[in-house]
């Protein structure tokens, strides 16, 4: 399932939001956009799921065209930062929900409703919470209902819009590995907007770095910590760390021991800056 | 929902400064404008002869001016919900020209004199007003009947809908909407099932306060409803009538009955509204 941008931008008043961003999500992928706030990467994940049209470039699905065509009809299921859920709704409801509207054709008996939404709920670990309402639960639980809501109508890509940037740093940690391993599971082609770049690192196969509307680099999160493509890249990407040394002779530093940093053996470190004191 | 429990802790605490000044004051406003004018209404009726306020309460002059005051104004509350929560979305959804205006026009019913307003509602509606003439040929009649008391009724009614809703439409997030959207709900689904809901407990209030409001009406009613005795009378005019019988106690009784109905009416409602939140 080929999810493509192509030429795109994107003018907010007179903020250029996206400029010329090409991009490519294949098959069973797991993609992070990643970048600081206001770069554009949001607005990307929105014009590729339909939720934002662009000024000018166009977005395809298998090869057609979907430029102006709803989320819905392309087949997205988006997961938004403040979960979005209908309040006034049981979990249950939340998730029956996309199936409840179904048109008169295609709708599940209630029978298929009722075990299609007790599957979500086991997969997203909230079983005995199927009663409870969005505001009785935390807030990793109410992400966890939006993504079960998001699934039930099997969308074939999933747009996450940095679905953990309000949770605090340990449950964050916790969805993260949990999304990794969903996704392991069920194979849906998956896009995560996130300016976290330990999060995209850890769970894409794939990442974009996006800054002031343009994409800085496309690559694993491999190639993006050994060869960053611009000083942008090596700047946002790389742990920064200080290590202390003393200068042994003609070109030669000796590094003390530094026991907090962590990578690992055989790892390359790259030296940015270098600060030279007695 | 622990931040609204924290919330309600430390409101309820007594330590909370100036506890002491706002009860006071609040006890002091209310009281003197509120409860000691009503206290002084019971008193006037708890002294009359017994039979003789009997006789003024179950007089079928007296009956019919009741049901007439709050059959009508249950009626206007009933219609004024819908036209309020059209035009508080309009308001908030569209960019209509000169929308400051239209906005500000809404809260006109509460400034002008309502006798003004009377006046002008039955010159329009009248046999040879500009409304008026178009329905006379047709046999109906607005002015001098029941449905002009009601007519009169929405027009102070409408704005408190408007006015609650208002704020519940500009807050209701729109990722809620496009969550809708995302999981295959057209417009009209999206709004009977999740922007309905939410603005149900704002329809209550909006509806509760337009019919108190709506109860104690006169200025604007009494130009409109031709007061014919049995039939367009209202209970409010009925005081005033027996007022100017120098029947004292007989319009104290009358005020009482309304007073005493509408207080159950409205904390019955107030009560339904608590329950389902509870």
């Known amino acids: 399932m080929t999810l493509e941008a192509s030429a795109v931008s994107k003018t907010f008043g007179k903020h250029k939001a996206l400029d010329d961003v090409s991009v490519t999500i294949r098959e069973g992928e797991l993609v992070a956009l990643l970048g600081p706030s206001g770069g554009g990467k949001t607005t990307l994940l929105r014009v590729l799921a339909g939720l934002e049209s662009p000024d000018a470039g166009q977005v395809r699905l298998r090869g057609q065209e979907v430029t102006r065509s709803g989320p819905h009809a392309r087949g997205v299921g988006f997961v938004f930062q403040h979960y979005a859920l209908f309040r006034e709704m049981t979990v249950f409801e939340n998730v029956a929900f996309g199936l409840r509207v179904k048109p008169r054709g295609e709708r599940p008996s209630e029978a298929v409703i009722q075990k299609r939404v007790h599957e979500l709920l086991a997969l997203v670990q909230l079983e005995g919470l199927a009663g409870r309402h969005p505001d009785q639960l935390s807030g990793g639980q109410r992400q966890r209902v939006a993504l079960a809501r998001a699934l039930a109508v099997e969308p074939k890509i999933l747009l996450l819009d940095e679905p953990f940037g309000a949770l605090d740093a340990k449950v964050r940690k916790e969805l993260r590995g949990w999304l990794r391993r969903l996704h392991d599971e069920l194979h849906v082609t998956t896009v995560l907007v996130t300016h976290d770049q330990e999060e995209a690192f850890e769970i894409a196969d794939r990442v974009l770095v996006i800054h002031e509307g343009r994409i800085h680099q496309d690559g694993t999160p491999d190639a993006l910590l050994t060869r960053p493509a611009s000083p942008f890249v090596a700047d946002f990407v790389s742990e920064s760390a200080i290590v202390h040394g003393t200068v042994r002779g003609s070109g030669v530093i000796a590094l003390d021991e530094v026991a907090s940093l962590e990578a690992p053996v055989g790892a390359r470190v790259a030296l940015k800056k270098v600060h030279i004191g007695r | ?278």
Do not use: K
Not at chain 2, 65 to 89: D, K, M, N, Q
Not at chain 2, 109 to 136: D, K, N
């Open chain 2, 1 to 278: 929902m622990s931040v609204g429990a924290a919330t309600r802790a430390r409101l309820a605490s007594p330590r909370l400064p100036g506890f002491g000044v706002s009860l006071g004051v609040t006890l002091a406003v209310v009281g003197s404008l509120v409860i000691v004018p009503l206290l002084a209404l019971v008193v006037v009726v708890a002294r009359a002869p017994s039979a003789h306020v009997w006789d003024v309460l179950s007089a079928d002059r007296t009956l019919a001016a009741y049901g007439l005051s709050f059959g009508a104004a249950a009626l206007a509350a009933l219609l004024s919900t819908p036209l309020g929560l059209g035009i508080a979305w309009t308001l908030v959804r569209y960019e209509l020209p000169a929308r400051r205006l239209w906005d500000a026009l809404v809260d006109l019913p509460f400034a002008m004199p309502t006798a003004v307003s009377g006046i002008a509602l039955t010159q329009l509606w009248g046999p040879s007003g500009a409304f008026g003439r178009w329905l006379a040929p047709l046999g109906l009649e607005v002015a001098f009947t029941r449905a002009g008391v009601v007519l009169a009724l929405i027009f102070v009614s409408l704005p408190f809908v408007v006015r609650t809703v208002q704020p519940v439409i500009e807050s209701f997030p729109r990722e809620t909407e496009e969550a809708a959207a995302s999981l295959g709900a057209d417009r009209l689904t999206t709004f009977r099932r999740v922007i309905l809901p939410a603005l149900r407990p704002a329809l209550v209030s909006g509806a509760t306060l337009g019919f108190a409001r709506a109860i104690g009406e006169y200025g604007s009613v009494v130009f409109i409803a031709g007061n014919v005795p049995f039939r367009t009378e209202i209970a409010p005019l009925l005081v005033l009538v027996r007022l100017e019988e120098y029947d004292y106690a007989g319009a104290a009784a009358v005020a009482t009955g309304m007073l005493v109905a509408s207080a159950a009416i409205l904390v019955i409602l107030s009560r339904r509204g608590a329950l389902r939140h509870g």
